[in-house]
C-alpha cells in the first residue's frame, strides 16, 4: 500500500542515459491528509499548453473525501477554470445529496451549502484574485496564493519536489539488497534526498496481519538511512518500510512519499555457489591492475517461459528461475568480485534500468555503465560497466554486424565471398547480433582500451556464421582502434573482446583470434551445404590471447555442458596475473545443472585479472 502526499503528473526517471531528459506522463497520483496544511498541487513543464491542478477535498460534515484532478489549459481563463472546479465538485455532492434525501430531516436542509471557491493573494493583504485573468497568471504568481473552497484553505503549492512513483521488489530475502523499485521523481535531486528504512517488530509468525499493515498495530522500527539496504536477519518474517523526502537543488523540501513491501521478509537461499569465487576478489586492484569479468545472466526474456521451467531448466525451482529472484543473486553476485570492468551478456534492458544501473551506479560501488540493444525488436542486450575511480568512458558505439557487413568499405571482401549466395547471406546479415564498443581511459597511465562485448549466434550448425561474425568484430576494433590512434597519438591503445561466444574449443572462432588467421579451405566454411563460404582468407593485426584459457565448462545445463564464453585480452601490451578458478567438475555434477537457488544463470562467469605488460608509454 502506497501514502503519497500532495503529488502530481509528470515523472523523470532516476537513470536518464546520454539521450537528453525523458518525459513520462502518468495519472495523478493520491493526495492523502497527512500534511499539517491541506495543499493543492500544481504541475507544469515549460512551453507545455497544459498544468495539472490536484487536491484533497476532505469535508468531514458533508462525509465526503474524495481527490479531484484537473488538466487544464493554461491560458484559460480563470473564470472558466473555477466553472470547471466547481462543477466537479456539485456532481460529487449532488450523489451525496441523493442517497441522503431519505434520512435528511426538515432542520438538515442546509447540510450541503452552496459550492463556492476564492483564490487570493496571502502576503497581500489575502487580495481576492478576479476572474478576468488567464489561470496561469493567479497560480503562478511569485507570492503566496490560497485557494479557500466551501471554508477550507488549500496552500497552492506549484511543482513541489516529489516522488511520483516506487515501490519495493515482490521478494524481499535476508542477506541481500533492497531498493526503491521504478523510481520516478520529479523536480528532486535525489543525491539531496533522504531514503529512510524501517522493518516492522511484529512478525508474520506472531500474527501480523498483512491486511492491516498500515494500521496502529505495527509498530516500525528504524534501520537506517541510504539509497541501499541489506536485509538482516532480524527483518525476516516482518515487512519493510521505505519513507523518501525528496529534496531539490535549492534546497527545497518535497512530498513525503512512503511504500511498504507486500509480503513479508524471507530467509534467503544459505550459500551461493558464486561465494567460493568471491573469496578470491575480496579485495580491489591494483592500480596498475584490471579485473575483468565477463558473464551472460540468462536474460529473463528467455527464462520466463513454459518450456524453459520444464525442459531447458527443469532442474530450478520455478521461484529461483523468476527475475525478482534471480536478480538479487546477479548483483551480490557482481557486486562480490570487485571487478575493474563488466561485460554483461542477456541483459534485459529493464533490469539494466531498474536494477544493475540503480545499484551498482550507488557511490559505495563506483560504476558507470552504458546499454547496447540487440539488432531488432529484441528487448535485451550486452551491458559494460566500469569503475570510475579507474576508468573515463571516452566514447561508446553499438554496432549491428548484419548492417555494418552490408554497409562499411572495411569489411568489403567478407561480403563479397557470401553475397552471391542468398541462403548464406540472409543467415548472416539478418542476424540481431551487436557488438558493443567502449573506449576507456586508463585514470593513472593515461592508455585507452578498447572493450568489445559480445554474444554471437547460438545455432550449434552456424560456426560459420560465427566466423564471420568474428571478422566483423575484429575489423570493427581495427577501424576503432585506428580513430583512437588519431584522435589520441600520445596514448597506447590495448583491445579486449569478451562475451558469449556460442563457440566450443576447438573452434574457428577462437583458432581466428588466437593464431591470427583462417584459410580459405578451413573446414568450418563448408560445415553447413548449401552455403559454403569460397575464397575467404581472414588475417587480423593483433595478438590476442585468452585470459581463462579453455575451461571446460563456462555453461552447465541439464542438455548441454561445455564452454561459450572467453576472455580475449591484448597480449603486446597486457598479461594475465591471476584467473579465479571455476568449480569443479565434481561440484557441478552434484547440482545437475545450473540455474538454481544458489546460481542465478546457466552460465558462469570468466573472471580474470590483467595487469600492463611493461612500459609501453609513448
Known amino acids: ?61 458533508l462525509g465526503v473525501q474524495r481527490q479531484f484532478n484537473l488538466s487544464r489549459p493554461i491560458e484559460e481563463p480563470s473564470s472558466q477554470f473555477k466553472t470547471r472546479l466547481l462543477g466537479n465538485i456539485e456532481k460529487v455532492l449532488t450523489k451525496k445529496r441523493k442517497r441522503k434525501a431519505n434520512q435528511t430531516e426538515e432542520g438538515e436542509k442546509d447540510l450541503f ?21 488567464a489561470i496561469k497568471d493567479i497560480l503562478f504568481a511569485d507570492n503566496e496564493v490560497v485557494m479557500n473552497l466551501m471554508g477550507h484553505e488549500y496552500l497552492v503549492d506549484v511543482n ?46 506472531d500474527g501480523l496481519d498483512p491486511r492491516a499493515k498500515t494500521s496502529p498495530q505495527v509498530t516500525w522500527a528504524h534501520r537506517q538511512d541510504s539509497y541501499l539496504y541489506r536485509v538482516t536477519d532480524e527483518d525476516k518474517g516482518g515487512l519493510l518500510r521505505l519513507v523518501i523526502r525528496p529534496k531539490n537543488s535549492q534546497n527545497r523540501e518535497g512530498l513525503i512519499f512512503e511504500t511498504i513491501s507486500k509480503g513479508e521478509v524471507s530467509a534467503g537461499p544459505g550459500l551461493c555457489g558464486f561465494e567460493a569465487r568471491q573469496a578470491f576478489t575480496k579485495t580491489k586492484t591494483k592500480t596498475d591492475e584490471l ?36 536478480k538479487q543473486l546477479l548483483l551480490q553476485e557482481l557486486i562480490g568480485y570487485n571487478a575493474d570492468i563488466l561485460c554483461l551478456q542477456e541483459v534485459d534492458a ?6 544493475l544501473c540503480l545499484v551498482l551506479e550507488e557511490p559505495q560501488y563506483g560504476f558507470q555503465g552504458t546499454f ?11 551491458a559494460c560497466f566500469w569503475r570510475t575511480d579507474k576508468f573515463e568512458l571516452i566514447e561508446t558505439e553499438r554496432v549491428v554486424l548484419g548492417e555494418s557487413l552490408k554497409t562499411k568499405d572495411y569489411v568489403k571482401d567478407i561480403l563479397s565471398s557470401i553475397c552471391e549466395n542468398d541462403q548464406l547471406m540472409a543467415n548472416v546479415a539478418e542476424r540481431s547480433t551487436i557488438v558493443q564498443l567502449v573506449v576507456l581511459k586508463h585514470k593513472s597511465s593515461e592508455r585507452l582500451v578498447i572493450v568489445a562485448n559480445t554474444h554471437m549466434y547460438f545455432k550449434p550448425e552456424a560456426d560459420h556464421v560465427r566466423l564471420l561474425q568474428s571478422a566483423v568484430i575484429l575489423r570493427e576494433l581495427a577501424e576503432k582502434q585506428k580513430k583512437m590512434t588519431f584522435a589520441h597519438p600520445k596514448c597506447r591503445i590495448s583491445v579486449m573482446i569478451c562475451g558469449d561466444f556460442n563457440s566450443t574449443p576447438p573452434c574457428g572462432v577462437f583458432e581466428y583470434y588466437t593464431k591470427g588467421s583462417i584459410a580459405p579451405d578451413h573446414p568450418e566454411w563448408r560445415v553447413v551445404e548449401g552455403q559454403v563460404v569460397n575464397d575467404l582468407n581472414l588475417h587480423h593485426q593483433f595478438k590476442l590471447g585468452s585470459a581463462c584459457g579453455t575451461p571446460e565448462y563456462t ?33 557441478l555434477d552434484e547440482i545437475q545443472g545450473i540455474p538454481n537457488i544458489g546460481y542465478p544463470s546457466d552460465h558462469l562467469p570468466c573472471i580474470a585479472t590483467l595487469a600492463w605488460n611493461g612500459d609501453h608509454s609513448v
Not at 503519497?4 to 537528453?20: A, E, Y
Not at 547496447?372 to 550486452?382: H, P, T, W
Open 160 to 205: 513541489p519536489p516529489m516522488v511520483e512513483s516506487a515501490r519495493l521488489q515482490d521478494q524481499i530475502m535476508s542477506g541481500f539488497l533492497v531498493y526503491p523499485y521504478k523510481l520516478k521523481v520529479n523536480f528532486s535531486d535525489l543525491s539531496l534526498s533522504t531514503f529512510s528504512w524501517f522493518a516492522s517488530v511484529e512478525k508474520f509468525h
Open 113 to 133: 451549502p452552496e459550492v463556492q471557491a476564492t483564490f487570493s493573494n496571502q502576503t497581500c493583504s489575502n487580495l481576492i484574485l478576479g476572474d478576468d485573468v
Open 350 to 355: 529493464k533490469v539494466f534500468d531498474l536494477d
Open 291 to 326: 579485473r575483468v569479468v565477463t558473464y551472460n545472466l540468462l536474460a529473463d526474456l528467455y527464462a520466463d517461459s513454459e518450456y524453459s521451467r520444464t525442459v531447458l531448466h527443469p532442474q530450478c525451482p520455478p521461484y529461483a528461475l523468476a527475475i525478482e529472484y534471480r
Open 555 to 587: 555453461n552447465f545445463t541439464i542438455t548441454f555442458k561445455d564452454c561459450l564464453d572467453y576472455i580475449f585480452y591484448d597480449k603486446d601490451s597486457m598479461k594475465v596475473r591471476e584467473v579465479v578458478p571455476f568449480p569443479s567438475k565434481e561440484e
Open 372 to 382: 547496447a540493444s540487440k539488432g531488432g525488436s529484441v528487448n535485451e542486450g550486452e
Open 1 to 61: 500500500m502506497i501514502f503519497l502526499k500532495n503529488t502530481c503528473l509528470q515523472t523523470i526517471p532516476l537513470n536518464v542515459r546520454s539521450f537528453g531528459p525523458i518525459r513520462f506522463f502518468a495519472r495523478h497520483p493520491k493526495i492523502t491528509t497527512m500534511e499539517t496544511k491541506n495543499k493543492a498541487i500544481v504541475k507544469h513543464f515549460p512551453e507545455d499548453p497544459i498544468f495539472s491542478f490536484t487536491f484533497l477535498f476532505n469535508h468531514p460534515n
